[in-house]
């Protein structure tokens, strides 16, 4: 690259002998000693605030990592997994396990299953057999020991108006029309009412659609009997979960002996989380050195060593939510401090399982309590404590959510990105403007050359006329 003062007295030179100039590549030279500072002192600018942008996306996204891993810690029912085993599925068997559910064996007898009442009408020839004249009410009575009455109108007079009549009126009786696939009268409305004893139904109405004929019920409602641990219970449904705590059940056959139910509890789901959110957590303290430290050798290494202040505040404020105090502390747990979590000389968590496996043995409901005060799928907008991983959680989100700190930061790197990115277009402009410039002062000077060597030649011509004249003489 040519320097201002070599150019100028090439420039020079060169005219105390004629043009012969390139003065294209003349004037790129003389432009670009004036634009390549200023357009890489600008392009540098711009590599650095892309390297902070993609540092605050790290950042960020290991924020969340680490919130993503307290996040599994906030429900009690994620801190422990709970099995349930049958030792006759066919007969008894479990429709669903929570970890609350108590750790134990259960034996349940089933001595009669849980039935709605069926009825059938008599036979029509088709779905759209006339019934009446007109429309027609239909008188329905639910319950054995106490009853509710309903008037169903049937405004369309036919077996299929009267289906639709009754699943409208949304009685807990329901209706289908059944083809039995014999020719002729083969046409039948089915209803059915609920599981229980309480789910029996008597109905009348004119004209009479053959419902209250014996030889018309198909099946009586019932309880659900049986036996469990000895006790006898009834129940109106042949599923419930108020026999063993965290459990529902299901009762698929009556049985001659007791089943066996065994639920088991599996702790080792919490000191999984625990180890992981400690791995999460040295993750992101790795990613904080690297981001921060001008030395470092890793991809996005020093990005933020510019930015300090935000290093220092996260580190302060992900390390003081961490071992802060439960806001539901438990007997003598207060926090992660209490169940073998702490951080080393070098500012690395550490989880000291042998002290953990100690404290769990005895004190494992204390240790739910203070990491999720005992709750589920809570609201993160009431003012009921939350248990500690949901305190740490939501510090963390609040530095990466739309008005967090890295957010902040991340957006205001964007906004100078486009600035010096505009400002490199407006150079590129500006320098265009000074090479045109160059280009014209340079055609005037070939101009003014052009002229020159014109009268150059004329008087060149007339002196050796002037020396011919004297020759001849």
């Known amino acids: 690259m040519a320097d201002a003062s070599s150019v100028s007295s090439q420039v020079l030179t060169t005219l105390g002998v004629g043009s012969g100039l390139d003065v294209f590549k003349l004037a790129q030279d003389l432009t670009d000693v004036e634009k390549i500072p200023k357009q890489e002192a600008i392009q540098s600018v711009i590599a650095e605030t892309e390297a902070s942008i993609s540092g605050y996306g790290l950042l960020s996204y290991q924020v969340g990592l680490l919130q993503s891993a307290f996040e599994k810690l906030n429900d009690v029912s994620e801190l422990m997994e709970s099995y349930g085993t049958s030792s006759d599925a066919s007969a008894v068997s479990f429709v669903s396990l929570d970890s609350s559910a108590a750790a134990g064996a259960y034996d ?105 004929d014996n030889e018309h019920s198909i099946q009586s409602a019932q309880n659900a009997i049986v036996t469990v641990e000895g006790l006898p219970i009834t129940r109106a449904s042949n599923e419930f979960s108020d026999v063993i705590e965290g459990a529902t059940i299901a009762l698929n056959a009556t049985t001659s002996s007791a089943v066996r139910l065994t639920v088991t509890n599996d702790k080792s789901v919490l000191k999984t989380s625990l180890q992981d959110m400690v791995s999460t957590y040295n993750d992101l303290n790795t990613i904080i050195t690297e981001l921060a430290s001008p030395g470092s050798e890793a991809e996005l290494g020093a990005a933020l060593a510019d930015d300090s202040s935000l290093i220092r505040y996260v580190k302060d404020q992900v390390r003081t939510a961490v071992f802060q105090d439960s806001s539901t502390p438990s007997g003598s747990i207060d926090g992660l401090r209490d169940i073998g979590v702490s951080l080393d000389e070098n500012g690395k968590l550490t989880f000291d399982e042998i002290a953990y496996d100690s404290i769990i043995v005895s004190k ?110």
């Open 364 to 473: 494992y409901d204390d240790v739910a309590m203070m990491l999720s005060a005992n709750t589920d799928n809570q609201s993160l907008y009431g003012n009921e404590s939350k248990g500690l991983a949901q305190d740490i959680a939501t510090t963390l989100e609040g530095m990466t959510d739309s008005e967090g700190i890295i957010t902040d930061r991340s957006d205001s790197a964007e906004d100078s990105l486009e600035g010096y990115r505009e400002e490199l277009t407006k150079l590129e402009v500006r320098m265009e403007g000074v090479y045109q410039r160059y280009l014209n002062q340079f055609a005037a000077m070939e101009s003014m050359m052009a002229s020159l060597d014109t009268t150059k030649s004329y008087l060149e011509g007339q002196l050796e006329s002037l020396s011919n004249m004297y020759k001849n003489d």
């Open 108 to 212: 349940i007898a089933v001595t009669q299953l849980a039935q709605e009442q069926r009825l059938i009408s008599d036979e029509y020839s088709s779905t759209d057999s006339t019934l009446n004249g007109s429309s027609f009410n239909i008188s329905l009575t639910l319950g054995n020991t106490a009853t509710t009455s309903s008037t169903i109108a049937v405004t369309t007079p036919t077996p299929a108006g009267v289906v639709s009549a009754i699943n409208d009126a949304n009685t807990g009786v329901t209706a289908n029309l059944i083809d039995s696939g014999i020719n002729g009268s083969n046409y039948r409305i089915v209803l059915s009412g609920p599981t229980g004893s309480e789910g029996a139904f008597s109905l009348s109405s004119t004209p009479d659609l053959g419902f209250s």
